[in-house]
């Protein structure tokens, strides 16, 4: 590559600082008593309900070892995900997605309006997964996203529904912790999540000529409820820590998974739980693989704080939104560069100042 397109280069204060910052990182939290069938269930999972509660809290993020995800289907997919990446750009935008079905292929996302340095495959869990055709308030039209299966790597599609099965079952047990770690009964959430939009993106990051002006994807939050990420063992992901806002590496940790607090918990939550920036590094060297794994509700949820965590002195700080215009509102700004700023749940949040 010769000229680097100036669409990659970061403005001066968002670029990265080279040099890692040995720190505290994100909590590392065992979740082998989930699967441990001795223990008296629920109280034995006390003192992990309060690990993850800690986390949500100081943290945003944490990771998670002995979760119960076979190394073998992670392997199956992380294998199929590099064997597609190194066919030419002409076989894999085969499976290029387009303005009406925005799963599959591309290489030209933009994070906040600078480009990212990265290519992308989406899948969704549910095929077809159902989400409203626009993100016009009254059209009650709706959208089937269905998968796009490249022909190479045959093992791709089933790899992928292994897996997509097995993070299933892991998001479903975090959010049972994360419910009790909120106080509330294990299965106060699940109910949102029948129909789920969750996604699967398969991310390759190649090498980069401009490690210190671009970035694998620029500072952001997750606007779903929570988010299982599988990263490699090169880096490059980074947390703004909450305790001083500085950027911290999160060192790979071999078969853990990575788990964060997305934009709905936060609001689920009124804010107990906040949604935390993150962003990836590129370096010149070696390409970095990972698969994070977006756990959404179905799209007609209306998200806003539960009741049960609202009070007079602690009133909701957003008004409800519903999740799939959300969704479509956010799919359609990735898809074409628009000159107005992303959907955020900013946009929901009630000025309280004013209404007291
Ligand atoms: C994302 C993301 C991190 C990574 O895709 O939202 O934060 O390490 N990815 O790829
Ligand atoms: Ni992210």
């Not at 290489?107 to 626009?134: C, G, H, M, Q, Y």
């Not at 060297?285 to 756990?295: G, I, L, Q, V």
């Not at 215009?325 to 074409?336: C, E, I, P, T, V």
Request: glycine share 4%.
């Amino acid at each position: 590559m010769g000229e680097v397109d100036p669409a990659f280069i970061q403005a001066v204060e968002h670029r990265p600082k080279l040099a890692i910052i040995e720190a505290e990182g994100i909590p590392l939290i065992d979740l082998s008593v989930l699967s441990s069938h001795e223990s008296s269930y629920p109280s034995s999972t006390e003192p992990l309900v309060a690990e993850i509660g800690e986390a949500c809290k100081n943290w945003g993020f944490f990771q998670v070892i002995n979760h119960g995800v076979p190394l073998e289907k992670r392997e199956k997919l992380e294998l199929a995900s590099r064997e597609f990446f190194a066919q030419s750009t002409e076989e894999k935008s085969k499976v290029k997605r387009d303005e009406v079905n925005v799963q599959g292929y591309y290489d030209t996302e933009r994070t906040k309006n600078v480009r990212d340095w990265k290519e992308v495959f989406d899948l969704t869990v549910k095929d077809p997964t159902v989400i409203p055709a626009s993100h016009e308030p009254d059209d009650k039209e709706l959208r089937k996203l269905v998968n796009r299966w490249p022909e190479y790597p045959s093992e791709l599609r089933e790899a992928f529904e292994e897996y997509a099965k097995a993070m299933e079952k892991l998001s479903y047990k975090l959010l049972e912790l994360i419910s009790l770690s909120l106080g509330l009964p294990e299965d106060r959430l699940g109910g949102f999540f029948d129909d789920h939009t969750s996604f699967i993106r398969l991310n390759h990051y190649p090498p980069c000529p401009i490690p210190h002006l671009a970035l694998g994807v620029g500072r952001h939050k997750d606007g779903g409820a929570l988010t299982i990420l599988a990263q490699d063992d090169v880096g490059g992901l980074e947390v703004k820590r909450k305790i001083d806002r500085e950027w911290i590496h999160v060192k790979p940790t071999p078969n853990a998974y990575i788990i964060n607090v997305g934009d709905i918990i936060q609001v689920w939550s009124n804010e107990r739980y906040e949604s935390v920036e993150h962003r990836v590094m590129v370096n010149s060297t070696k390409e970095r693989f990972s698969m994070p794994f977006f756990f959404n509700p179905d799209h007609n949820v209306m998200v806003e704080p539960l009741k049960e965590l609202t009070t007079a002195q602690n009133p909701a700080k957003y008004k409800a939104y519903n999740w799939g215009k959300f969704m479509a509102n956010r799919k359609r700004s990735n898809f074409k560069k628009l000159d107005v700023e992303n959907i955020q749940i900013y946009h929901f949040r009630i000025k309280l100042d004013e209404s007291s």
